[in-house]
């Protein structure tokens, strides 16, 4: 059981309160499901009530915590706490340390003090439900994203703690590894355990759900019963996307003026011995918004990398705006294209939101470089946030960033890779009708996403990628 009395927290150099007067009471087996838009504070009472804030940072704190009835102030570390709460973070990488993937594993197993043979049936059942036995010998470096959630997942799973807490373990993650995870918390709630979960996919976690808190400014804006708040406007507005209006059908591709912008002639990629792309051929013509969808692991991250020389051809050749990317630098290719990646606090070092944006256009030299900065910053809607530390913005707002500063270099071609993780419903659609805008200017925008509603209610062409093979096709008329 955890309980938070009237909890508040600023941290250190904070402007602000990071939560503010928060209670609420989880009673053992019980799964509460916490969301609200990026910012809100959902991670920060998640380390509350995982005893992290008191035991590993400073700032303001006040308010009462305590676990299995236990104050938080009176375990002696937090090493103590974790031996009853285990906490899986939204970035995955931060928790892998080990060479393997079943190093990581044993490595919390063994820790527990087991006999070597339940060690190995416990490692056996942990690889099996997380779906990780295939690449138990893969260093973690080399997995997906959504394979290094599972990972991290399974390391908890194996520390056997009664408390878990679970900081968007599926953001990253397609249908199917979604699946999994809720699968895998559901077996945990049966068996007794108590889940804290943070995440924006609620119509999946429907059925694992008792309690529901609504986070707004730090503050639990709605708190009970899953069916006691659906009915609240801000409430089905973060937790059921609404995408109507994005797709307006309209074709603003040009295939039958001139060739195509991207065109991928047998692409084959490999990493060691491990064969990502097979074959791939594909065109992609100006003004296409092109969706890219696929399991975890399917080649989607691989194929978009080649768009803009991150990666070469192991095979193959990849011309993108006239220019040959298995061997264009990336200093060229940049003119042409920019790419947004899946975490958009990789692409950031700046001290300010302007000087962000303004590195891209005075590396490139780019003309009339303030008005330039003045109109991304407007399109994106981070006019107010100028002269603000990137790092400060909410998740969204940093989302929206990470395309002012690849909108900025003016690419004809403008790539993202899952754009809406992390997102709630309205972040996403923000995030969204920037995308359509630039698509009815003339732009080129491929998107390699998880959400198919995403994918079917926004774009106008969807190639679905499986085994590094494409396996469909689909452009849809009106």
Request: with cysteine.
């Amino acid at each position: 059981m955890i309980t938070l009395e009237d909890v508040s927290y600023t941290y250190p150099r904070g402007e602000r309160q990071a939560i503010a007067g928060v209670s609420v009471k989880i009673e053992p087996g019980e799964c509460l499901f916490i969301t609200g838009p990026s910012g809100a504070g959902k991670t920060t009472l998640c380390m509350a009530a995982a005893g992290i804030l008191e035991h590993e940072y400073g700032g303001e704190k006040s308010g009462r915590i305590a676990i299995n009835g236990r104050d938080v102030k009176e375990y002696s570390s937090l090493s103590e706490i974790a031996g009853h709460v285990g906490m899986v973070f939204d970035d995955p990488e931060a928790q892998l340390l080990f060479t393997s993937v079943e190093e990581e594993i044993l490595s919390a197993l063994e820790r527990r003090g087991l006999r070597p043979q339940e060690i190995e049936e416990r490692l056996a059942s942990i690889m099996e439900v997380t779906h990780l036995t295939l690449l138990r010998e893969r260093p973690p470096h080399a997995l997906s994203g959504g394979q290094k959630q599972r990972l991290v997942l399974a390391t908890t799973l194996a520390l056997g703690t009664d408390i878990v807490i679970l900081d968007e373990p599926t953001a990253e993650l397609d249908e199917h590894g979604t699946e999994s995870i809720i699968s895998v918390l559901q077996e945990l709630k049966a068996s007794g355990k108590t889940i804290i979960v943070t995440e924006h996919k609620f119509a999946r976690f429907r059925n694992l759900v008792d309690q529901m808190a609504v986070m707004e400014g730090g503050k639990i804006r709605a708190l009970g019963r899953p069916g006691n708040l659906i009915s609240d406007e801000f409430v089905r507005g973060v937790i059921f996307p609404d995408f109507s209006g994005i797709r307006d059908g309209k074709d603003t591709s040009h295939s039958g003026d001139r060739g195509p912008l991207v065109s991928v002639k047998n692409l084959e990629h490999a990493y060691g011995e491990v064969e990502a792309l097979k074959g791939v051929s594909l065109d992609i013509f100006p003004g296409e918004f092109v969706a890219i969808v696929g399991e975890n692991g399917s080649g989607k991250t691989t194929l978009i990398k080649h768009l803009i020389g991150l990666l070469r051809p192991t095979k193959g050749t990849v011309m993108v705006d006239g220019k040959d990317a298995g061997k264009a630098p990336v200093s060229d290719l940049a003119h042409s294209v920019g790419l947004v990646f899946q975490n958009p606090d990789h692409m950031f070092f700046a001290d300010t939101v302007a000087e962000e944006v303004m590195f891209g256009i005075r590396n490139l030299g780019i003309q009339d470089p303030e008005q330039v900065l003045e109109t991304v910053l407007d399109s994106t809607g981070l006019s107010h946030a100028k002269d603000l530390y990137p790092r400060w913005l909410s998740r969204g707002e940093r989302q929206r960033l990470a395309i002012a500063c690849v909108l900025a270099m003016r690419p004809r071609l403008i790539i993202l890779d899952e754009p809406t993780t992390g997102l709630d419903g309205r972040e996403a659609r923000e995030v969204m009708e920037i995308l359509r805008d630039l698509r009815q200017e003339g732009r080129t925008i491929v998107m390699v996403t998880h959400s198919r509603q995403i994918a079917e209610e926004c774009t106008d062409r969807i190639i679905t990628i499986d085994a590094g093979k494409i396996q469909s096709d689909i452009r849809r008329e009106g």
